[in-house]
């Protein structure tokens, strides 16, 4: 519980977190000290050199604090409210939740799960950046030591039929025989690939040893599996070492953060990340800001961390990094030798990815240029309509953020409009996606008739910097009315006409010319082609679904399996029409009550 203070004086001289707050009480900088009192009050001299705690005083309003036992539990209070709230002149960790975890679910027979979300039971490794990679990590593990799937574990399932679980609900394997597996997925996780392949090989001896060949030869089995992998994904570098290298490189607007992971003397992975709030921030605040983010959190902490330069609070981080860990954890800076070459690999990393982010950043800019907007257009969306003739018509709504797909803002929208009319169900497409918008600015117009001061700001992401319309004048002219309608003309709409690429705007006869080379106009066509793909794409599941629709699915009794059966003695649905209740009920699987359903269903003139 935070205790408020009006004077910097009220502060007590000892270790703990304070919390500064605008008008709007929004929190808008977190920090710690090992006394707040001292801490605080350097922030109230006249003089401020940095020009970030210039312009952070120049919003600040009201002050909060919480004490602690130590300056190692204010460390980490710091960075769990950082996390939580992500403070706007804080450095923080930006989006974590973009990137999946892998969970070890906390059950007697546990299963091994991909999530974007920690919650507070099981285990938690990652976040991993390649969503693909680890797909296939636990697609190999769920079916190299035959985890469960099932959720209820309520009897043998397919699964264990074709040999892909070990069947613990039908008693098929011990609970500590099960765990053994799992701690191996834990060790797998943690890198330590030889220690796994060595408790193999015990059991796989001892197997032998006690004339049970069959069980040593799928142990086997499992040896030479991870050995493939191991040789297909990991560089070898040296011996049993326990490392993470972590490199950063600075665009405009974030820090890069690249973590190289190398585990029992491999590198098994590559992760990046970038750091909200950077500017005006010197780059070891920022590795130390990171470092304690990032650690912050349920995920494996190495023997051994490798930075490019020292950081605040180093000892401090050790510190906590070590009760984490179980035992000592170093925080080095190499200047030499192998060590040093590895901070140059990572760091060499981080430029490359700078330099794709910066692209992306030059092509907001250049979008920025060409259309004469106000402010970059972080997040831009797209909207497509697809249908035949009108019938099974669709519509997609697409969302790039910072020049990339923002898949969770991705939506499908079956379109209620009869056509073919694309117009029409552009418009409705629209509506329907800027309704909850027109209801938040009329309601933010009121609060301000009101004189409330209680009116919370919209997210990133939640409203549009642009809207792309895949279209010419025509479409752009219906969209416009819709935000005209709507009063949302302050969101600025352009058609991107496929035939010529040509930009329309809104209240101009002549199209805009991107050059074909140039940055913005590809992110804009990429926009466009994207929400023409999602459309399509959704449509199509549509017809494929329709076309696998039966009359066989409206009779009562039958299910996918009789259906199956009846299709197959009789393949197709006029055989079964003409067939007799007799002929219907000897299908294996049907009965008489059923196949008089079937009968009627045919036979009656309601339903030809």
């Given at each position: 519980?935070?205790?408020k203070?009006t004077?910097?004086?009220e ?14 009480e929004?929190?808008?900088?977190i920090?710690?000290s ?12 006249k003089?401020l050199d ?10 600040f309003n009201?002050l909060?604090?919480?004490?602690t036992n130590s300056?190692k539990?204010?460390?980490i209070l710091?960075?769990?409210l ?8 804080n450095?923080s960790?930006k989006?974590d939740?973009r ?6 679910t906390?059950e007697?027979?546990p299963r091994?799960?991909i ?9 938690y490794?990652g976040?991993?950046t390649?969503?693909?990679s680890?797909?296939q990590?636990v697609?190999?593990?769920?079916q ?10 309520d009897g043998p399932?397919?699964?264990?039929q ?21 701690e ?8 330590k ?6 408790d193999?090989e015990?059991?796989m001896?001892e197997a032998?040893?006690?004339f049970?060949?069959?069980?040593a030869?799928?142990i086997?089995?499992q040896?030479?599996s991870?050995?493939?992998v191991?040789?297909k ?8 070492e ?7 490189a600075y665009t405009?607007?974030?820090?890069v953060?690249?973590v190289m ?22 780059s ?14 349920n ?18 981080i050790?510190e906590?990094?070590s009760d984490l860990?179980?035992n000592?954890v ?12 590895l901070?140059?690999m990572a760091?060499k990393?981080a ?7 910066q ?5 907001m ?7 004469k907007l ?6 831009i ?5 697809s249908n035949?003739s009108?019938?099974l ?8 953020l910072?020049?990339k797909?923002?898949?969770k ?6 379109m ?14 629209l509506?329907?996606r800027?309704e ?5 600015y ?8 009101n ?6 700001p ?6 549009p910097?642009?809207?792309?319309i ?6 752009l002219?219906?969209?416009?009315d819709v935000?005209?309608?709507y ?9 991107l006409?496929?035939e010529?690429e040509?930009?329309?705007?809104p209240?101009?006869?002549?199209p805009?010319i991107?050059?074909h ?5 590809q992110?804009?066509?990429?926009v466009?082609?994207?929400s023409?793909?999602?459309a399509?794409?959704?449509h ?6 329709k076309m696998?629709?039966s ?16 299709l197959?003695?009789?393949k197709d649905?006029?055989?079964i029409?003409?067939?007799s209740i ?5 299908v294996k ?6 196949a ?7 036979h ?5």
């Amino acid at each position: 519980m935070s205790t408020k203070v009006t004077s910097p004086d009220e502060l007590p001289q000892k270790p703990g977190i304070y919390i500064m707050k605008d008008k709007n009480e929004k929190i808008i900088y977190i920090g710690k000290s090992k006394s707040l009192k001292n801490r605080v009050k350097s922030y109230f001299q006249k003089n401020l050199d940095r020009p970030k705690t210039q312009v952070l005083m120049s919003h600040f309003n009201s002050l909060e604090y919480i004490i602690t036992n130590s300056e190692k539990e204010a460390l980490i209070l710091e960075a769990n409210l950082i996390k939580k709230h992500k403070p706007r002149y804080n450095v923080s960790l930006k989006d974590d939740k973009r990137y999946p975890y892998v969970k070890l679910t906390d059950e007697d027979f546990p299963r091994i799960q991909i999530t974007r979300n920690i919650g507070k039971t099981g285990k938690y490794f990652g976040p991993f950046t390649d969503v693909t990679s680890v797909r296939q990590t636990v697609k190999f593990l769920k079916q190299l030591f035959k985890i469960r799937t099932c959720r209820n574990m309520d009897g043998p399932c397919l699964n264990s039929q074709i040999d892909l679980c070990l069947a613990p609900c039908d008693g098929g394997i011990t609970k500590e025989e099960y765990q053994s597996n799992m701690e191996k997925i834990d060790l797998f996780f943690q890198g330590k690939y030889t220690k796994i392949i060595k408790d193999l090989e015990a059991e796989m001896k001892e197997a032998s040893a006690n004339f049970e060949f069959e069980k040593a030869a799928v142990i086997r089995d499992q040896i030479e599996s991870i050995r493939s992998v191991m040789e297909k994904q990991f560089v070898e570098f040296a011996h049993e070492e326990d490392q993470d290298i972590i490199a950063t490189a600075y665009t405009n607007r974030h820090a890069v953060v690249v973590v190289m992971s190398i585990r029992d003397g491999r590198i098994i992975g590559k992760d990046d990340f970038l750091m909200n709030g950077s500017q005006h921030t010197t780059s070891d605040e920022i590795l130390s800001a990171f470092c304690k983010q990032y650690y912050g959190i349920n995920r494996h902490v190495p023997k051994e961390i490798l930075l490019e330069e020292d950081i605040p609070d180093k000892e401090l981080i050790e510190e906590w990094l070590s009760d984490l860990r179980g035992n000592k954890v170093s925080i080095k800076i190499p200047q030499k030798g192998k060590k040093l070459r590895l901070v140059r690999m990572a760091s060499k990393n981080a430029e490359i990815i700078k330099g794709q982010k910066q692209k992306m950043d030059n092509a907001m800019i250049e979008i920025k240029k060409y259309l004469k907007l106000e402010k970059l257009p972080r997040t831009i969306e797209g909207y497509d309509i697809s249908n035949i003739s009108g019938k099974l018509a669709v519509g997609s709504k697409v969302s790039y953020l910072d020049g990339k797909r923002n898949k969770k803002q991705f939506r499908r929208f079956k379109m209620k409009t009869p056509g073919p009319n694309d117009f029409a169900m552009m418009k409705e497409l629209l509506e329907r996606r800027l309704e909850p918008l027109r209801d938040y600015y009329a309601e933010k117009r009121e609060k301000e008739r009101n004189n409330d001061l209680d009116i919370k700001p919209l997210e990133i992401g939640e409203e549009p910097d642009l809207i792309v319309i895949d279209g010419g004048k025509g479409q752009l002219g219906m969209a416009y009315d819709v935000l005209k309608e709507y009063k949302l003309t302050h969101i600025p709409i352009i058609g991107l006409a496929k035939e010529f690429e040509e930009i329309f705007v809104p209240n101009s006869s002549f199209p805009i010319i991107i050059p074909h080379d140039n940055e913005g106009l590809q992110l804009l066509q990429r926009v466009r082609d994207e929400s023409h793909r999602f459309a399509i794409t959704y449509h199509r599941q549509l017809r494929a679904k329709k076309m696998e629709e039966s009359p066989l699915d409206n009779i009562a009794g039958v299910g996918k399996k009789r259906k199956m059966a009846l299709l197959k003695e009789f393949k197709d649905i006029d055989h079964i029409r003409e067939a007799s209740i007799e002929d219907l009920a000897g299908v294996k699987g049907m009965n008489e009550k059923v196949a008089s359903n079937v009968y009627e269903y045919f036979h009656n003139e309601s339903n030809d």
